[in-house]
């Protein structure tokens, strides 16, 4: 067993990656110490519990969620541009789909995607207005996209997909 201590960053990163892997049931302590080689002790020396610990990472996820939807707020690229980028940050995180699959089972996770995806809804809100699209369906279509793409097996190439989405939307403006 390994006897140096972990962060809680590292404990963190290892709970992302047992989400994705093997669902909200890794995300126990016993588990993820054996994955990290370590003792549980370690785990216990930076989360009173395991609770403690589900609520530590979706913070985590939250706060970086939030984040990057506050900083392609600064892009002033071009709005296409900026639409395809933004795919690109969710599409691109594995992690989402995964807590997407908790959040069914675990009112907390569901509640952090809510506030999470009423942010993105309104930043895909004001990209859309600036191509003259107004309707707040329409918006909400596009984010349905990026939350389906990745549990979608069909999807082989979801940026494909994605920028023809981006695609159809500047032709219509």
Known sequence: MNTTRLSPEKWIDAGFAALIARGPASLAAEPLARSLG???????????????????????WHTKALSQVMAQLSDDTPTDTRL????????D???EAA???WAQSDPIVAASL???DAERLTYLSHLLKQFGLRNPAFAQAVLSVLIGLP?????????????????????LA
């Open 114 to 116: 809510r506030e999470v």
């Open 93 to 95: 995180n594995p992690v």
């Open 38 to 60: 370590t003792t549980k002790g370690s785990f216990y020396w930076h989360f009173k519990d395991v609770p403690a610990y589900h609520a530590a990472l979706v913070r985590d």
């Open 84 to 91: 395809r980028k933004f795919g690109r940050t969710v599409l």
């Open 99 to 101: 807590l997407r699959l």
């Open 151 to 171: 549990q979608t097996e069909a999807a082989q190439d979801p940026h494909a997909a994605f920028d023809a989405l981006v695609d159809t939307i500047v032709a």
